[in-house]
């Protein structure tokens, strides 16, 4: 017999309930109070499989440093389940996160400690060796919530083969290049399906292509009023940015129709290739340019001649170009962890520890993340991996901000840019007005 | 008597009734993992009704998953299993053919599911282009296919429910048959006013388990959505794909608000009652029973 999902829930509810306690995060003033008693710390991280594997190699080093401490990490733990194991009191003495929406959740809900007390403690650490922009998305509300653990940066990617046989030497520095750039690098198939994509602003294509975080960047537009008000319908970025992509549909693909070129669009992206090998579109040649992080030079195939470059940008934002949206993995000290001023010490020397840095980097292709381990002579990364170290340098560069409603920030422009790009709501500013009303409603009720 | 009841009344109260009065608890409150609940009295429901527009889309969603895929299940599993109530050779053979689909895991199937309706590579579509179709549907990259292509995948796997519509058409006693053949019955009138009414029990409990499971749909969508978008986009394309249960899972294990999550599991579990309440009530007009029904 079925059961309902109340009851399922109500299950949860229970052992929830019974495994509550939670724990409080005592005083950070045990900093410098490590007595080198043997201890195992555990560290949950999401990485799975070969890069979990890579990841567990950097620990010998750690207990090396500090012989009387053994480290567990362990693997396939995403936020979900770290929360769930917080909230049991059984937390992990390091949280390793992908999830760098959720530091303002986490932050606001204080399953992720303060670190501040630790940084400014007896073995505190020199904040200004991180970019900037590695602070922009680990703080909330002047907490310093995470510490960056390797990151993402975002750029394009181009074809150097498909550019040289059209006759293009530099890649597109502003938005109306890329539709010139994406209109040349086009091909149709015979019944008029693209065969090669020059470029598609569709927020469903892969992880990055035309999100609302990697366009609003192009476009300047900003999540946020100064009020800490969403600002969807009042940021002229988002109208300029959306009408560019239906522009850009229309254009490119549609012969001027907006609503062909979607459609075209849309059974193109549904035919895209596996994105975690070289089978990804780029790797097939099926597009031209795209967007995407700097991971995806580990999954190229070799025989593709390509290239990198940072974002275009808007025309008028010229002085951004350069930088781009960075955020990735980041280390939290979880309320409740067991032996947090050993845990500060693992956190610290994961999030410091030059050669430690770029050994990650090397071995899963992720923008290390201090300014040594940026400018280390032993990196060995392919020379496009250099545009995403700049990206994550420049001081224009973010993520979103960090807010209590962690990524239910970008839930509903997200919900209204996917019937946008497909021609099914036709009010750009209605949609928008609707799109920040509904994000304030969200940040209203994350304030109660 | 107590003793041996013991198991089931401890069971029944740390697993069922402590956890229900939890959440309903937990239902007025915010309750933002891993923090501690704050009483809010009745905010989330009215935030619910009033405010999330994504709570009306699950809705509609959902309703729309038991209106069309519910009486497609039903007539397309009676169907099945009235084809395969005759004699023929071989008949074994086909019955377990229509059953095997029920054997593959949720997971397995639905992945299948995801290729065999891939829009560029998939055969279904290859299939419909080579008969000059030349504009297939796109399936799960369609908002307005997406859930029909779940309809599909549920009739693929009807087998569940034509063989207990199987087993009532098998026990259908022939003397009501010989009786209508007396009467000069042709197999339509038979079937109607015979065999209908027979497996009418069986029909309602499919009915009422079918609402039940409609109200929770979430595995299927979940892994569509995995495996043809990005996880934080669960419900995709253009939340078509947002079911309650999906929705419910969003809110409690994705944005951590497991206040709201309780909130939202009781309002399902009052309207899972309500209709269950309504089809019963309704069903003194067609279900039949062979005993009279329940004890007067």
Same mark, same amino acid.
């Given at each position: 017999m079925r059961r309902t999902l109340g009851v399922a829930v109500a299950v949860f509810a229970l052992v929830a309930a019974a495994c509550s306690s939670g724990g409080d995060s005592s !005083? *950070? =003033?045990?900093? #410098?109070?490590? =007595?080198? *008693?043997?201890t195992t710390l555990k560290i949950t991280g999401e990485w799975t499989g070969e890069e979990c594997t890579k990841w567990q190699s950097i620990f010998p080093a750690f207990e090396q440093a500090y012989p009387w401490a053994t480290v567990d990490a362990v693997c396939n733990v995403n936020d979900d389940k770290a929360i769930k194991q917080i909230n049991a009191g059984n937390s992990p003495d390091v949280v390793m996160s992908f999830g760098v929406d959720n530091v303002g959740l986490f932050c606001d809900s204080g399953a992720w400690q303060d670190l501040n007390p630790f940084i400014q403690g007896g073995d505190g650490i020199d904040m200004s060796q991180f970019p900037e922009a590695a602070l922009t998305y680990t703080t909330y509300n002047d907490e310093q919530c995470a510490l960056p653990f390797m990151t993402d940066a975002f750029g394009l990617y181009y074809n150097t083969d498909l550019f040289d046989a059209a006759g293009l030497t530099e890649p597109p520095t502003t938005t109306d290049e890329l539709v010139d750039y994406a209109k040349q690098l086009t091909t149709l198939n015979? #019944? $008029? !399906?693209?065969?090669? *994509? $020059?470029?598609v602003p569709m927020s469903n294509y892969y992880c990055c292509a035309g999100t609302s975080v990697n366009m609003g960047y192009m476009f300047g537009a900003n999540w946020l009023d100064d009020s800490g008000q969403a600002a969807f319908a009042t940021d002229p970025g988002w109208a300029a940015m959306l009408q560019w992509q239906h522009d850009f549909i229309a254009e490119v693909y549609g012969n001027g129709d907006f609503q062909t070129g979607s459609d075209k669009l849309t059974a193109f992206v549904a035919g895209a290739g596996n994105e975690w090998n070289a089978q990804q579109d780029l790797g097939k040649g099926r597009v031209a340019m795209t967007i995407d992080g700097e991971w995806r030079n580990a999954f190229v195939p070799e025989s593709l001649n390509y290239d990198t470059a940072p974002l275009p940008v808007a025309p008028g934002l010229e002085n951004q170009y350069g930088g781009g949206t960075v955020g990735g993995t980041i280390l939290a000290l979880p309320k409740g962890s067991p032996h947090e001023a050993e845990a500060w010490l693992l956190l610290q020397w994961m999030a410091t520890d030059t050669a430690t840095l770029v050994q990650v980097a090397n071995n899963i292709n992720n923008v290390p993340t201090t300014n040594d381990s940026i400018a280390s002579a032993d990196l060995s990364l392919p020379p496009q991996f250099t545009t995403f170290m700049d990206v994550f340098q420049n001081p224009n560069s973010h993520w979103r901000p960090n807010t209590a409603i962690g990524l239910e920030l970008a839930t509903y422009i997200d919900a209204f840019i996917q019937k946008w790009q497909a021609g099914e709501a036709m009010d750009l500013q209605a949609g928008l007005q609707d799109a920040q009303d509904q994000t304030n409603d969200a940040l209203a009720q994350a304030q109660i | 008597m107590l003793l041996f009841l013991s198991p089931w009344i401890v069971g029944f109260v740390l697993l069922t009734l402590a956890p229900m009065l939890a959440s309903l608890y937990w239902s007025f409150t915010k309750y933002q993992l891993p923090g501690d609940p704050k009483w809010i009295g009745t905010l989330n429901y009215r935030f619910m009704f009033t405010k999330d527009p994504f709570f009306w889309v699950s809705v509609r969603n959902t309703i729309w998953i038991i209106v069309v895929g519910l009486p497609l299940r039903v007539v397309f599993g009676v169907i099945t299993a009235l084809l395969l109530t005759r004699k023929r050779r071989g008949v074994n053979l086909y019955r377990t053919a229509y059953f095997l689909p029920t054997m593959a895991p949720i997971v397995a199937a639905t992945l299948a599911f995801v290729f065999l309706l891939n829009p560029e590579h998939g055969p279904i579509n290859a299939l419909l282009r080579s008969v000059g179709i030349d504009d297939p549907p796109l399936w799960f990259f369609s908002p307005q296919w997406s859930k029909p292509a779940l309809v599909l995948l549920g009739l693929w796997g009807v087998g569940d429910a034509m063989i207990i519509f199987l087993a009532g058409f098998l026990d259908v006693p022939q003397h009501l048959y010989e009786a209508a053949d007396i009467e000069g019955a042709g197999r339509w009138p038979k079937f109607l006013h015979v065999s209908l009414p027979m497996v009418s029990p069986v029909i309602f409990f499919e009915v009422v388990t079918g609402i039940i499971f409609g109200f929770q749909y979430f595995a299927q969508a979940y892994i569509v959505a995995f495996n043809t978008g990005r996880e934080a986009n669960v419900g995709d394309p253009q939340n078509s794909l947002l079911f309650y249960s999906v929705y419910l899972y969003r809110q409690g294990f994705q944005n951590f608000k497991m206040g709201y999550a309780s909130a939202m599991a009781w309002v399902l579990l009052l309207v899972s009652m309500a209709c269950t309440v309504l089809v019963l009530r309704g069903s003194k007009r067609w279900v039949h029973y062979q005993g009279g029904g329940f004890l007067k």
């Open positions: !005083s *950070a =003033s045990a900093v #410098d109070t490590t =007595s080198h *008693a043997p015979t #019944d $008029g !399906s693209i065969e090669v *994509a $020059g470029f | -």
